[in-house]
């Protein structure tokens, strides 16, 4: 199962989705980077989950992008509650927007492993 709730995103461990992201009408440009992050808590400084996209491996049309998630990035996760949010970085860091601030990143149970 892979549900997204304003913007609490639901799992089960192991299943694999899309998670699509909104840049407003934004492409990224060549030094743009797209980040997606999940951590166990918003002071942790690991993360558990991180998906780059840049404009040389943009899935984006008209302003959109696509984050995939693998099996095995939650595979190991337990049953729980983490955060994740989405930066974008113009220009190698020029300038930095937080697309999504810390939000649930909710990881289900699964009886099928």
């Given at each position: ?39 166990r ?14 404009h ?37 860091g020029?300038?930095?927007f ?16």
């Open positions: 199962m892979f549900k997204i709730t304003g913007k609490t995103i639901q799992i089960t461990r192991g299943d694999t989705a899309v998670v699509e992201i909104s840049m407003n009408g934004y492409s990224l440009l060549p030094n743009d980077t797209l980040t997606f992050t999940v951590k808590g918003t002071e942790e400084l690991d993360y558990l989950i991180r998906k780059v996209i840049t040389y491996n943009a899935s984006q049309h008209e302003g959109r992008a696509a984050f995939k998630l693998e099996s095995e990035d939650t595979a190991e996760l337990r049953y729980d509650d983490y955060v994740y949010d989405v930066e974008l970085k113009i220009n190698g020029e300038h930095v937080t697309i999504i601030e810390p939000s649930t990143f909710r990881v289900m149970e699964e009886v099928s492993f």
